[in-house]
């Protein structure tokens, strides 16, 4: 099977997907335009903001497409071969992730914008409030560790000759420069919008091809910006630590709304590629489809281990903190659920295929020793040089890179914004010292982790990340489950999709916990994940056995508002 015959049906699969099974999700909820949302109902001009669907679509995309779908689905093909991850992100993403995703976004809108653990409060009640805050906070931790070091690593690289040009480069110095300038172009939007009030088309011609050119212009000053990562580490949780706490009209927004456009970019780059390149003969697969069920020692079964390193390119719990964090603060009517929350997940999706594309068509010498984020950014150039032509592989390298950059750099502020709310739910304080005190913390505590922990950790966590990250999806299904059971609504479509997702990550758990503790040569870092997993499989337990009792009409709790 050839990659342009498998990038197509995949595009059939989203495209009927979307219109089909999103269609009849969206029904399930009864979706009402002259419904009152929290955009309205709440509008504060800081966090509660009526948006327009298709630049919140870019913002919400770019929140939640961070380094899962690129390192996930890299990671898992070089491990079980391409196609079990081909297969697992094709049936996940139509009937579990983009179900999840939608399914939180709309809870959160009925419930006022709050966010999914609030949800799980109201109706499992103040302990099953608590625990789910604290596995969501536990969570984010984790997404906040992996994504720095990742990022940090992205901005660090000696200089280099690039396929014999014979100039000095610093590919990571290009990137940093140009993600820096991406930020400040962003700021810019954010202040002429809320000033000027252009329209948006305009705002769209001037700024989106601005980007592109801070790309050209990072690679003309590659070597100003030469730190080692720790140092970057630093000054991106410092990054955080503002960014977090500005009203969402300066940064978040026109952030999100620009780096949407990099990663359609991507998308196109990706698509045409595939197409272009391998019709013209250019592009082979280079990879084995299937490397067998159990690969490796520890870590290396097909079930549970594909699913939760895959991670966010299938299914992913932080969507749904993006859903009832920031985005449903900012739905205008109840129908745009559907395209924001469904859509989005769907484009995610892509984004996974097009980074196992990049797999794919890899020699086993061009993955050697590579990390997933120079795997993605070296395949996108290498798409993107299929179109443009080989004089122009500079750009087209420093943009793959670029992209991945974008993906996972968006992440981290939203994070560590969602990180602040859920500390000020859990503990009930308010204000601005609240929240500065509340974001301190967020971003301290991975801040001292990476800078005890060393470049490269995120490797040493990335399983215990995703299986946190997919269980976090089935808890909150289960929070839906129970709110449609008590308000007398059908619920099959969110339960098995919790089902399977549960017993996958639980399973995850289980293991990692057994190799922390019952392997002689478990490394340090194995030994805290299994502390950590053994926090987690607590804390969900707790949760299922909360939601079971409802589900199964063994508490005596009283019916839910009607949905």
């Not at 960014?243 to 999100?256: D, E, K, Y």
């Given at each position: 099977m050839s990659l342009p015959l498998i990038a197509g049906l995949f595009l059939v699969l989203l495209a009927l997907g979307y219109h089909f099974y999103g269609g009849f999700i969206a029904r399930q909820y009864n979706l009402d335009d002259g419904a009152v949302t929290p955009a309205h109902a709440k509008q504060d001009g800081v966090d509660f903001i009526p948006t327009k669907p298709f630049y919140l679509l870019g913002q919400h995309f770019s929140a939640i497409a961070a380094a899962g779908p690129i390192a996930g689905p890299i990671l898992a093909a070089q491990q079980f071969g391409w196609l079990p991850a081909l297969m697992w992100i094709s049936f996940g993403v139509v009937f579990i992730g983009a179900v999840h995703d939608l399914s939180t976004l709309i809870a959160s809108v009925r419930?006022?914008?709050?966010?999914?653990?609030?949800?799980?409060?109201?109706?499992?009640?103040?302990?099953?409030?608590?625990?789910?805050l604290l596995f969501i906070w536990v969570a984010l931790i984790y997404v906040i560790v992996a994504f720095t070091d990742a990022t940090a690593s992205t901005f660090v690289s000696g200089d280099a000759d690039l396929a014999g040009l014979t100039f000095r480069f610093n590919p990571g110095g290009a990137v940093a420069a140009a993600s820096i300038m991406y930020l400040v172009l962003a700021v810019v939007m954010g202040v002429v919008d809320r000033f000027l009030k252009p329209p948006l088309w305009l705002q769209t011609v001037l700024f989106v091809p601005a980007t592109l050119g801070a790309v050209w212009l990072g690679t003309q000053v590659s070597t100003v910006l030469?730190?080692?990562?720790?140092?970057?580490?630093?000054?991106?949780?410092?990054?955080?630590?503002?960014?977090?706490?500005?009203?969402?009209?300066?940064?978040?927004?026109?952030?999100?709304?620009?780096?949407g456009f990099v990663l359609y970019a991507a998308l196109a780059i990706g698509v045409v590629g595939i197409f272009y390149g391998g019709l013209k003969g250019e592009l082979s697969i280079q990879q084995p489809a299937f490397n067998g069920f159990q690969v490796g020692g520890a870590g290396g079964a097909l079930f549970p281990f594909l699913f939760v390193t895959i991670a966010c390119g299938a299914c992913s719990g932080f969507h749904g903190l993006v859903c009832s964090g920031t985005t449903s603060k900012q739905i205008d009517k109840e129908s745009h659920v559907h395209p924001v929350g469904y859509g989005a997940m769907l484009l995610e999706g892509f984004v996974a295929v097009i980074a196992l594309a990049t797999v794919m068509i890899a020699t086993k010498a061009d993955l050697t020793g590579k990390a997933p984020g120079a795997v993605y950014g070296m395949g996108l150039g290498r798409l993107l040089v299929t179109i443009i032509g080989p004089e122009h592989l500079l750009f087209a390298t420093t943009f793959g890179a670029m992209a991945f950059s974008t993906f996972v750099f968006d992440t981290l502020d939203v994070s560590t914004r969602l990180g602040r709310y859920i500390l000020q739910e859990l503990t009930g304080a308010k204000g601005r010292t609240a929240a500065g005190l509340a974001t301190a913390i967020t971003c301290g505590v991975p801040?001292?982790?990476?800078?005890?922990?060393?470049?490269?950790?995120w490797r040493s966590f990335?399983?215990?990340?995703?299986?946190?990250?997919?269980?976090?999806?089935?808890?909150s299904l289960l929070g839906i489950c129970v709110w449609l059971k008590k308000s007398g609504k059908r619920y099959a479509y969110a339960l098995l999709p919790m089902l399977f997702v549960g017993a996958v990550t639980l399973t995850s758990l289980v293991l990692q916990i057994r190799d922390a503790f019952f392997v002689p040569e478990a490394t340090a870092a194995v030994r805290l994940n299994g502390v950590v997993a053994l926090v987690l499989l607590a804390l969900a337990l707790s949760l299922f056995v909360a939601g079971g009792r409802v589900l199964?009409?063994?508490?005596?709790?009283?019916?839910a508002p009607a949905v």
């Open positions: 419930h006022g914008g709050v966010s999914i653990a609030e949800v799980v409060r109201e109706h499992l009640g103040p302990r099953a409030g608590v625990a789910m030469v730190m080692d990562a720790k140092a970057w580490s630093v000054l991106i949780l410092a990054y955080c630590f503002v960014a977090s706490l500005t009203p969402v009209w300066i940064l978040l927004q026109p952030r999100g709304y620009l780096g801040m001292l982790f990476v800078l005890l922990a060393g470049t490269g950790a990335w399983t215990l990340f995703g299986t946190s990250n997919q269980l976090l999806a089935s808890l199964l009409n063994r508490d005596g709790a009283r019916p």
